[in-house]
């Protein structure tokens, strides 16, 4: 069983290249799941300081249209 894994993780001698790309792979998906969200927090801010700008230029609301 032990001999089976271990021929296995070895790859026939490629085995460090392999898992080595593997591990390489897995930490650029965190990097950009990481980014991601950190740019769509910084968007997000950056509409609401726009929406908050903006309100006092804003017409009122003045419920919906053509109910008179």
């Known amino acids: 069983m032990t001999d089976t894994l271990s021929r296995w993780l ?3 001698g490629y085995g460090f290249y392999v898992w080595s790309a593997y591990g390489a792979l897995v930490l650029a998906i965190a990097a950009e799941l990481f980014l ?3 740019r769509r927090r ?8 726009l929406d908050d700008a903006f309100a006092d230029s804003r017409p009122p609301d003045d419920g919906p249209k053509g109910s008179s």
Request: glycine share 8%.
């Open 42 to 49: 910084a968007a997000i801010d950056r509409a609401q300081a």
């Open 10 to 12: 070895s790859m026939g």
């Open 36 to 38: 991601l969200r950190a």
